[in-house]
């Protein structure tokens, strides 16, 4: 990984941190991660998912990644991994407006 990857290192951090095998639902852990983060925090996050986005991996390089990352079973929230990953994008940019 070099040094224009390194989004993957926080967003791999982030997604682990976050939503871990002992959360209560994705939506309580989302709202936990808003509402403890500075703005700077919730901005710089944004960014690194931004990037991940915009990045040459294929759809479903992105969709094992985020898999992989966080403790999520999807078909339970009847969302693709990507589908929830711009959710909690759309939910951080929402909150960055409010702080």
Do not use: R
């Not at 989302?30 to 925090?41: G, L, P, V």
């Not at 998912?49 to 078909?75: G, H, R, V, W």
Request: with cysteine; charged share 30%; hydrophobic share 35%.
């Amino acid at each position: 990984m070099n040094e224009s990857d390194s989004y993957l290192e926080e967003l791999e951090d982030f997604l682990g941190g976050t939503f871990h095998q002992d959360i209560d639902s994705p939506e309580e852990a989302i709202n936990e991660f808003i509402h403890e983060a500075s703005k700077e925090c919730l901005l710089s996050t944004i960014k690194d998912c931004q990037d991940f986005l915009n990045s040459p991996l294929t759809i479903q390089e992105k969709e094992s990644f985020i898999e992989n990352n966080a403790e999520i079973y999807f078909p339970a929230i009847s969302l693709s991994p990507l589908q929830w990953f711009n959710k909690i994008i759309e939910e951080m940019k929402e909150a960055v407006k409010m702080k």
